[in-house]
């Protein structure tokens, strides 16, 4: 399903914000700034203004399309996907690298298991330096 699908399933209006919002998220498969996304939209339309850009993001967060990463203040996005991706992220570049691994649906077992907790949702986060910057050095 296209986003305008997405939208207009659950009576939501298709906007040129909402659409171009969606189109650089997909595009870009990993974690934007909302800095970053003003700039790519305005890439292909500098007439959408920031604010149009920010509701479409809550938008998509409320309708859970879109994981909304908080890094201290600043806050990125990307499409949602499945829990069972480990972020790890340069400290350098600040480019966030996504590692498929069992381990989450391990310990999301193990927490449910072992402390009767049961897990919604779980963003393991690891911080280190990524191959490019580590071979700059
Ligand atoms: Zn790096
Ligand atoms: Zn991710």
Redesign the pocket.
């Known amino acids: 399903m296209s986003i305008d699908e997405v939208l207009r399933a659950q009576d939501f209006r298709v906007t040129r914000a909402r659409t171009l919002v969606w189109q650089v998220l997909d595009e870009a498969q990993s974690h934007l700034s909302a800095a970053d996304i003003l700039q790519r939209v305005h890439d292909h339309d500098e007439s959408i203004n920031s604010s149009s850009v920010y509701r479409a993001l809550s938008l998509f967060s409320e309708l859970e399309l879109v994981r909304e990463t908080r890094q201290g203040e600043l806050s990125t996005w990307e499409p949602a996907h499945d829990d069972a991706v480990i972020h790890l992220r340069?400290?350098?570049?600040?480019?966030t690298i996504h590692f498929d691994a069992p381990t989450v649906n391990n310990l999301r077992k193990q927490v449910g298991n072992i402390t009767n907790f049961t897990p919604t949702s779980i963003d393991v986060r690891i911080s280190g330096?990524?191959?490019?910057?580590?071979s700059?050095t």
């Open positions: 340069c400290e350098l570049c600040d480019t330096v990524c191959q490019s910057c580590s700059a």
